[in-house]
Nanobody
């Protein structure tokens, strides 16, 4: 059973940075695609980024391209989301998700990922 534990959320001023972490356990790390999604109050869940852990290829949602960077440490079984130039509209609960039948070069959405973490709150406010 896949277990995902997020950490690193918090409050930051606009223009600031945060780094989220997602520790993955219970499965072979290399076989999975790991993604970050976020959900703000009253809004649909939005895909932020994902990574194919086998080769480290990353994919990003349009709203975060150029500001967020996702990476993975296969030895530690952790993925990271480095968030820079944060804006108020980045405020949301951020979730880590895992799936092993995901082909992000064809597109990716929340229904593709059966395993989810508990989420971590990110608040961007002055």
């Amino acid at each position: 059973e896949v277990q995902l534990v997020e950490s690193g959320g918090g409050q930051v001023q606009p223009g600031g940075s945060l780094r989220l972490s997602c520790a993955v356990s219970g499965v072979s790390f290399d076989d999975y695609v790991i993604a970050w999604f976020r959900q703000a109050p009253g809004k649909d869940r939005e895909g932020v980024s994902c990574i194919t852990t086998q080769d480290g290829e990353t994919y990003y949602g349009n709203s975060v391209k150029g500001r967020f960077t996702m990476s993975g440490d296969n030895a530690k079984r952790i993925v990271y989301l480095e968030m820079n130039s944060l804006k108020a509209e980045d405020t949301a609960v951020y979730y880590c998700a895992a799936g092993n039948y995901v082909y992000p070069w064809l597109g990716w959405q929340s229904n593709d990922f059966p395993s989810w973490g508990q989420g971590t709150q990110v608040t961007v406010s002055s």
